[in-house]
């Protein structure tokens, strides 16, 4: 990726940046895999910038949503309503009741009582909701701990067993319509077998559940798909030909039946990047350490996760050092990376963390009284 250093010279530190020209590359590549019966809805919880926003919007993807505000961005952003999907195992009575209103897509639904509720809420406003549940294939994805979400330990989903029983529950309800099933299995997920797994999963399910003639229009196999961290300008686009190959070989759908994708990370990861400043080199007793003005409150990935990206000198390549990478919070985890060759770096060089476009700037904080990070296009810069 190339970047206008000079024009980042001005501005305050630190900062995100994205490059939309990336941005419609991917776009472009996704519109390509997409089957008639295919619908890809932007998981908005990775990146809300509003240029980015509305560059997905404009390309025709509808959004993946988990919360009000986000729905409120959302159609501020000027995605149709009819293409919004809203999950979460806690929505709020307000957060139903503005989803109802704005008419969107389909609830994601996942429990009973949430059921309940939403149906109560739909009758009160003289509205029928359209439901998807979600379903826990119990299906471990290859990924971190924290991102791993279908598995039967975890919080989400209701289990495979209980899909008859609550679809039935369903039917009986009065303003509730289920037209789906809804699965999401975890993120950075690179091994496509996880998918093909997740595929056999739901293939299996459907056949239960036509055994009780119950044919639903819509699956939504959620997001999920990976990218390169260690290399982002060797993979700067994600293994999109692989997951949608992935889909169209495994997953059986019905006649009619339209597939759904709730993709985040692989949309926006890598078209975004934290551009920080040297403040200080710092010799320790073992250690040598760059000190930049982004901390672990611009990019929490790296404390929350353990998250790496890549660490890139943007002011020189001359020289090599090895140094340990870290902010200024008072935090013993702020730091970006231990023992990282880099060029030799001095104060004021402008550092760029890379692949930090999704659930980057979104989950920044104001720790320690400190800024929100801004963010840039290379449009508006
Ligand atoms: N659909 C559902 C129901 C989800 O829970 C998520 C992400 C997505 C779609 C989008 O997943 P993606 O395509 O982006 O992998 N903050 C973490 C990631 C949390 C993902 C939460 N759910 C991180 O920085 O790695």
Redesign the pocket.
């Known amino acids: 990726m190339q970047f206008p250093i000079d024009k980042f010279q001005h501005l305050r530190t630190p900062f995100y940046y994205y490059d939309t020209a990336l941005l419609d590359q991917t776009l472009n590549a996704i519109r390509q895999q997409l089957l008639p019966n295919y619908h890809v ?1 932007y ?1 908005i ?2 990146c809300t910038h509003p240029e980015v926003l509305r560059h997905i919007q404009e390309s025709g993807l509808g959004a ?1 949503c ?1 919360s009000g505000g986000e729905i409120e961005v959302c159609l501020r952003a000027g995605f149709p309503a009819g293409k919004i999907a809203f ?2 195992v806690g929505k709020s009575d307000w957060e139903i009741e503005l989803a109802l209103q704005t008419d969107i897509f389909c609830f ?1 639904v996942e429990s009973i009582p949430e059921l309940e509720v939403i149906n109560q809420l739909a009758k009160k406003h003289g509205k029928v909701a359209r439901v998807a549940f ?1 379903i826990n294939p119990n299906v471990g994805a290859h990924t ?1 701990e ?2 791993t ?1 279908g598995r039967a330990e975890n919080k ?1 989903g209701i289990a495979m067993e209980d899909m008859v029983g609550t679809i039935q529950r369903c039917q009986a309800m009065s303003n509730v319509e289920c037209i789906g099933l ?1 699965f ?1 299995i ?4 690179l091994d496509m077998e996880d998918f093909s797994t997740l595929c056999l999963r739901i293939n299996e399910l459907q056949e239960v559940l036509e055994s009780y003639r119950i044919v639903l229009p819509h699956i939504n196999v ?5 990218i390169d961290y260690e290399d982002p300008d060797l993979h700067p686009l994600p293994n999109l030909e692989a997951y949608f190959s992935t889909f169209k070989r495994y997953l059986q759908l019905r006649p009619g039946q339209q597939l759904h994708f ?6 926006v ?1 890598q078209c975004g990047s934290l551009i920080s400043r040297v403040l200080y080199i710092k010799q320790g007793a073992v250690k040598q350490f760059v000190i930049i003005d982004a901390g672990m409150t611009d990019l ?2 790296p404390a ?2 353990g ?1 790496s990206h890549k660490i890139q000198n943007l002011s020189s390549q001359e020289g090599s050092e090895v140094y340990d990478v870290v902010g200024p919070i008072c935090e013993s985890s702020d730091v970006f990376a231990k023992d990282c060759p880099l060029p030799l770096t001095t104060r004021g060089h402008l550092i760029a963390l890379r692949s930090a476009g ?3 700037q979104i ?1 920044a904080s104001q720790y320690n009284c400190r800024t929100l990070p801004l963010g840039y296009t290379s449009e508006s810069l």
């Open positions: 809805h998981a919880k990775a993946d988990v999950a979460g994601n979600r971190h924290y991102t979400t989400f809804h999401h975890g993120s950075q997920i959620g997001g999920g798909l990976g709730e993709l985040g990370r692989a949309i990861g929490i990935r929350l996760y998250a999704a659930y980057g989950m």
